[in-house]
């Protein structure tokens, strides 16, 4: 079968791509190369029976019409049997036009700010409802998506969450130069530099873990307009020897600086509804993760929401070393169980073929 992906976050589109391929299928991933960025797998790897194609739009304003003629030509050469759009937008409404003209299946994912906040502009939700009544699915990577969602019928909803590679990511990476270079009691914050992602929280937290783990060591990866704030406030804190800038960090180092970490601590802004895949990068590395995400029952979760639970989350994980190894021990299984490549590509196929079914086409 031919698959056509049309990405958004390309690391998402990345764990699925890859489990369709190792199935035998032949995928095509297309990208706006805006997206091209050093953190992305696709920059660094391509999976067996997948094809990337970075897409430069034609320079014109929105960029949504510059990006439509690149799209629909490389969706119309590749002749696929379905179009799976990781996104509610833009790329969506481009690529269900190739999808009329070429007579196949597509269906939209859902994971974010299209589902959040557009349904609820007047403008904008009426164009997005216009064309979701159109697809013939629409994936939802979190269950609370499902209710949240509520401008289409229940019947063209699924949910199916997100998936991470754990034989990419795991526990037996060898960080012996991230440990020397920090020591041992090292954080991370891996993550766009934008208050959405509650940086400034994380730093004043940090401040509090100073005040008992003097040689802890706070690692802070990705780029962001925040920068030079958040700098600001680390020199305002007196962290400057204790927070480190690494700017964007090429993706295949992220799990060297994962295995050297205590604990994975971003997420605590309001409404926090499902488990990024950043977190699950670090769970699978049998890191946990501190954040706000209120499901609070998940293996490698650690619940907190302000300054001094954050800390206090962080110094207990630094600090108690037997609670650390079950933690990590229980994150592991769990992704591995719940969240493996292998699970997210069953589910995408097993959706698939009841579109298929639907619509009358025999497909293997």
């Keep these: ?22 199935r035998g299928h032949e995928v095509l991933v297309l990208l706006d190369r805006k997206r091209y960025e050093n953190r992305l797998r696709f920059v660094h790897e391509t999976p067996n029976n997948v094809n990337v194609k970075w897409l430069t739009p034609h320079p014109l304003k929105p960029r949504a019409f510059g990006l439509a003629y690149p799209l629909m030509k490389e969706i119309i050469q590749f002749n696929p049997h379905i179009i799976h759009v990781n996104y509610l937008w833009s790329q969506l409404f481009i690529s269900q036009i190739a999808a009329w003209f070429l007579r196949v299946p597509i ?25 979701l009544n159109r697809v013939d699915k629409v994936i939802l990577t979190a269950e609370y998506y499902l209710q949240e969602l509520d401008t289409i019928p229940e019947d063209k909803k699924a949910f199916i969450g997100r998936v991470v590679d754990t034989e990419f990511f795991n526990p037996d990476i060898d960080a012996s130069e991230i440990i020397e270079r920090y020591g041992e009691n090292i954080i991370t914050f891996i993550a766009r530099l934008y208050k959405s992602k509650s940086p400034y929280t994380v730093l004043y937290a940090f401040r ?15 780029k962001g307009p925040e920068r030079r704030s958040m700098e600001r406030m680390v020199r305002k ?35 926090l509804i499902e488990i990024g895949i950043s977190h699950l990068e670090s769970l699978a590395c049998g890191t946990p993760i501190i954040t706000s995400y209120p499901k609070k029952d998940i293996p490698g979760v650690i619940y907190a929401t302000d300054p001094s639970n954050i800390a206090q989350a962080i ?9 650390q190894r079950e933690i990590s021990r229980r994150a592991r299984e769990n992704v591995v169980k719940n969240f493996s490549i292998e699970k997210g590509a069953n589910e995408t196929l097993q959706l698939y073929a009841e579109i298929f079914k639907e619509r009358g086409i025999l497909k293997d």
Aim: proline share 4%; with cysteine.
């Design 1 to 22: 079968m031919r698959i056509c992906i049309v990405e958004e976050i390309a690391n998402c589109g990345f764990h699925l791509a890859k489990g369709l391929g190792e």
């Design 107 to 131: 269906v939209g994912v859902g994971h974010g700010w299209e589902v959040l906040i557009v349904p609820h502009s007047k403008i904008r939700g009426f164009i997005q409802r216009f064309f």
């Design 208 to 222: 509090l873990v100073i005040d008992q783990i003097p040689d802890a060591n706070l690692i802070i990866m990705g």
């Design 237 to 271: 804190l007196n962290l400057d020897k204790n927070v480190h800038f690494l700017g964007e960090v090429p993706n295949p180092e992220i799990k060297k600086y994962l295995n050297a970490s205590k604990a994975e601590v971003h997420g605590f802004q309001q409404r």
């Design 315 to 323: 110094i207990k994980t630094i600090k108690d070393r037997q609670f």
